[in-house]
């Protein structure tokens, strides 16, 4: 009897870890398998996957802007990381990866950032004009 708390908590505790663990993975695949042949290596000069000094005065651009701007398409960075099917939501996701291992510390973006971006993605399409 006494042991059915203990695993209850424990379930809880591995269902926790798995959940986060697919989160972190599905960043992790996109980045892997649509920024890292640009990122992995820097090609173009792209922003190389863990130069954080590179890195930091984008990551102070805030999450928001940054993600807008990158899924638009920022000079030689083509809009969508190149892959017309890959959704905002996805995008976010490779760069909040991208993000966390070259100095900073964002969150997968939940409703309310969500909104922010598209705001802010509707202004760039708004005014096209690259920085
Ligand atoms: C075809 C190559 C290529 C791919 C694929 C690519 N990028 Fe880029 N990216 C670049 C280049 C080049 C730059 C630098 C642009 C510049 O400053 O001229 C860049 C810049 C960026 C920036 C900084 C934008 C800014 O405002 O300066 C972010 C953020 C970014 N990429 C995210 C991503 C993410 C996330 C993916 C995958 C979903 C991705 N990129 C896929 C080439 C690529």
Redesign the pocket.
């Known amino acids: 009897m006494r042991s059915k708390p203990v695993f209850f908590l424990l379930s809880c505790l591995l269902g926790l870890s798995a959940s986060n663990l697919a989160l972190a993975q599905s960043g992790e695949n ?2 892997k398998q ?2 890292a ?3 992995g290596s820097g ?5 190389k996957f863990g130069d954080k000094a590179k890195w930091a005065p ?1 990551i102070a651009e805030g999450q928001a802007t ?1 993600t807008a ?2 899924y638009f398409g ?5 809009p969508k ?2 892959n017309p099917n ?1 959704s905002i939501e996805g ?1 976010s996701d ?2 909040v990866y ?1 993000v966390n291992n070259s100095g900073g510390n964002w969150k997968t973006p939940d409703a309310k950032m969500l909104a922010a971006i598209n705001k802010e993605l509707e202004a760039r399409k708004a005014n096209p004009k690259k920085p």
């Open positions: 996109t980045y649509v920024c042949s640009c990122h090609v173009l000069n792209a922003p984008l940054l701007h990158a920022v000079r030689a960075m083509p990381g190149g890959l995008f490779a760069l991208m």
